[in-house]
C-alpha cells in the first residue's frame, strides 16, 4: 500500500509505513533535533524541574497513552476545521507553571500539530483573559472528543 509524502507540496508515493520520502526525511529529522534543542536550551533557561519532569519514565508512559487515546490527531485542528491531521506535541492545557499537580492528568493533556502547539503558547502569552478563554475552548475540544469517540 502506498501514500504520499507528508511534506507539504510533495506528491511522491512511499511505503504506507513512512511518513517522509527520502528527500524530505533527513530535512524533516533535522529540523525536528533542531527544534528541540532550540525548546531544551529555552526551557532550561526558565525551569529545570519542568526540563527534568520531561524526561521521567512517567510523563513518556502517559504521553504516548494519551497520544494513542486521542488516535495521533490534533484534535483543536480536528474540531476547528474538521481536517484530521497528525499531533506532534502534547500539549498541557493548564500549563505546569500554573498547575503542577495536573502534569500527568489526562484530562489536561491534548495532542496538537507544531504549528498549533506554537499558536496555543502565542494565545496564552497575548493576555490572561484570552489564555483562559483558550484553556476553555481546549478543554471542551477534549470532552467532546472523548463523548464522541471514547464515551468516557
Known amino acids: 500500500m502506498k501514500r504520499l509524502c507528508r ?8 511505503d504506507y509505513n513512512k511518513v517522509y520520502c527520502p528527500k524530505h526525511e533527513a530535512m524533516h529529522v533535522k529540523q525536528k533535533h533542531e527544534g528541540y534543542r532550540i525548546y531544551d536550551k529555552h526551557r532550561l533557561d526558565i525551569d529545570k524541574d519542568v526540563v527534568e519532569f520531561y524526561k521521567t519514565q512517567d ?19 480536528y474540531y476547528r476545521t474538521g481536517r484530521i491531521i497528525e499531533g506532534f506535541t502534547v500539549h498541557h492545557i493548564i500549563p505546569l507553571r500554573d498547575a503542577w499537580t495536573m502534569r500527568l492528568d489526562r484530562h489536561n493533556l ?28 481546549l478543554i471542551s475540544y477534549l470532552k467532546k472528543f472523548h463523548d464522541e469517540f471514547l464515551h468516557i
Open 7 to 14: 511534506h507539504t507540496g510533495c506528491n511522491v508515493l512511499i
Open 59 to 77: 510523563w513518556l508512559r502517559v504521553r504516548n497513552d494519551v497520544r494513542r487515546q486521542l488516535f495521533h490527531m490534533d484534535l483543536y485542528e
Open 110 to 137: 491534548i495532542y496538537l500539530s507544531d504549528s498549533n502547539h506554537k499558536h496555543m503558547h502565542r494565545q496564552y502569552d497575548t493576555s490572561e483573559k484570552i489564555k483562559e478563554e483558550t484553556e476553555l475552548l
